[in-house]
């Protein structure tokens, strides 16, 4: 399952780009909580930001293999900054996959560039693993009507030329960065099957948003709410037919989700490299901890163990370009890497022993960082959820 050589080749320009650009700077990235935007720019720059958007829009249109490539590489250098590129792809992928012509044109070419930088709005506070249970709703109005209560609208207002977004978001990745994002609402607040998305540009009246949540890790990546308080979007922004947007988000999220297998790949594979360095380095009993069985026994199960995720990735991977139905295997390689990477940073703080335990060291970081793939875009029981009801209905 090696990469082709064109494949290879962009891995290898995104490693470099990361050992240079990012990874230097992501200790602090962290310790600031903010985003480096200057590495933004240079992702830009090297046609990363239109890593899935079609050729014909400017992008780079790479196949399923090379996002998983180049989601390592970069997570590897810093999750925060694979997990910014990757929402910005899950943004610019629903209005590739699922937008008019006309809301190609308008959106994509500019996003392939990195700006605006796009953001996904699916979770709330009361709907996370279960997004059908979201309140978010939208209601069609046209824009002379000026009811206080747009739930108040007519039968002859439902034709209307605009959409009017009351609700909330929650955890939105790129939120304070992002110029447009894909946000999903219930065009019938009782009928789950009517989740629609929305093309929701970030200064529209009515969208609010909130601080920046105090994370446990990926502290360089920004997550916050979104408010939408009578927000008016005009139809035109409608990304597919009203309640199709649930099936669409599941769908984009398929592939979403052997992106985040890729990062945690990446979280490990740093771990792993930052833990045979110290391992080297580090003398007790006048010899390296290196030269300790029970060390190269850890180091032993964190190279087998990435190497398992990265295969079950790359699968799912190679599967998805192929046209197979990889809801199996995306969650499959998600659930496998996400929990991997926790556990290989954890023993990678174990062989720094006190060292690893304080910032002057990454691995905590990768420790902290690597706990959250375990979660969004589906939990661990989640993954496991589809998995089991794959095999057994
Ligand atoms: C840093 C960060 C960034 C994020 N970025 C985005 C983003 O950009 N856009 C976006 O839309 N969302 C984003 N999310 C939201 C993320 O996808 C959700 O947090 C995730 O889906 C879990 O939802 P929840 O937090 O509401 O947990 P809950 O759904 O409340 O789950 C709580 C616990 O219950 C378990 N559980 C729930 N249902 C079941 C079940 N059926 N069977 C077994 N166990 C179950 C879960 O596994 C978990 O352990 C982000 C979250 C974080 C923390």
Request: with cysteine; charged share 30%; glycine share 8%.
């Amino acid at each position: 399952m090696e990469p082709t050589a064109e494949q290879a080749a962009i891995r290898d320009v995104v490693r470099e780009f990361a050992a240079e650009e990012i990874r230097p700077s992501a200790q602090e990235a962290d310790r600031e909580g903010e985003f480096p935007e200057d590495v933004w720019d240079g992702l830009g720059d090297l046609d990363l930001a239109g890593l899935t958007t079609p050729e014909e829009y400017g992008g780079y249109d790479a196949d399923r293999v090379t996002y998983a490539l180049v989601n390592e590489e970069l997570a590897h250098g810093s999750l925060a900054v694979a997990t910014a590129l990757s929402v910005h792809c899950l943004a610019t992928s629903c209005i590739a996959e699922f937008g008019s012509d006309e809301q190609r044109e308008r959106w994509l070419p500019e996003m392939a560039t990195g700006r605006p930088v796009g953001a996904f709005a699916l979770s709330e506070t009361h709907a996370g693993s279960n997004p059908a249970g979201m309140s978010t709703e939208a209601c069609r109005d046209s824009a002379e009507k000026t009811s206080a209560d747009p739930r108040e609208a007519t039968d002859a207002s439902r034709d209307g030329d605009e959409y009017i977004l009351n609700g909330d978001k929650q955890w939105i990745t790129n939120g304070t960065r992002a110029g447009v994002a894909i946000v999903f609402a219930k065009t019938d607040r009782d009928d789950p099957n009517s989740v629609t998305q929305f093309l929701v540009p970030m200064d529209a009246d009515g969208v609010e948003v909130g601080k920046k949540e105090d994370k446990l890790g990926l502290r360089a990546s920004d997550t916050v709410s979104l408010t939408f308080d009578d927000a008016r979007i005009p139809a035109e922004n409608r990304l597919t037919e009203e309640g199709r947007g649930l099936a669409a988000a599941l769908s984009i999220l398929t592939g979403g989700r052997i992106g985040i297998a890729a990062q945690a790949v990446g979280v490990a594979q740093a771990a792993l490299d930052a833990a045979v360095e110290y391992a080297g380095d580090r003398e007790q009993f006048d010899r390296p901890i290196a030269d300790f069985q029970a060390i190269r026994h850890k180091v032993a199960d964190m190279h087998t163990r990435t190497g398992a995720a990265r295969l079950l990735t790359r699968d799912a991977a190679r599967r998805e370009e192929a046209g197979e139905d990889v809801r199996i295997e995306a969650s499959m390689a998600k659930y496998f890497a996400s929990e991997t990477a926790v556990d290989v940073a954890n023993e990678a703080i174990q062989i720094h022993g006190g060292y690893g335990y304080t910032t002057d060291f990454p691995v905590e970081r990768f420790y902290r960082d690597a706990k959250i793939t375990t979660i969004y875009e589906g939990t661990t029981q989640i993954q496991k959820d589809v998995i089991g009801r794959g095999l057994l209905e």
